[in-house]
Nanobody, 127 residues
């Protein structure tokens, strides 16, 4: 049974940092690409960042330079380091994993690419 569990969310002030973790079980983690998405109230779920099974990374333009995605295959965990947070980053953040191998970064930006999802963790940034 595959499980993804996010943690690390919370309430912070603008300019603060948070590190989200996504711990997985029930799968061969090193073989999966990992993605982070977020969903704000009343909006669709959107891509934030992805890291492929070999370590290639992709980011939403608005988070480049502020967010960093990483993975630790020994711990079966993916991380999303978020710096310089703003109220516009307020959302539920989800991690997801994908078993497929894709040539285009655009594929990793689509929710339909991913096979399994976590339950989400709330990030609230106050001004």
């Amino acid at each position: 049974q595959v499980q993804l569990v996010e943690s690390g969310g919370g309430l912070v002030q603008a300019g603060d940092s948070l590190r989200l973790s996504c711990t997985t079980s029930g799968l061969t983690f090193r073989s999966y690409s990992m993605g982070w998405f977020r969903q704000a109230p009343g909006k669709e779920r959107e891509f934030v960042a992805a890291i492929t099974w070999v370590g290639g990374t992709f980011y939403k333009d608005s988070v480049k330079g502020r967010f960093t995605i990483s993975r630790d295959n020994a711990k079966n965990t993916s991380y999303l380091q978020m710096n310089s947070l703003s109220p516009e980053d307020t959302a539920v953040f989800y991690c997801a994993c994908a078993a497929g191998r894709y040539s285009y970064s655009s594929t990793y930006r689509s929710t339909s690419t991913y096979d399994y999802w976590g339950q989400g963790t709330q990030v609230t940034v106050s001004s």
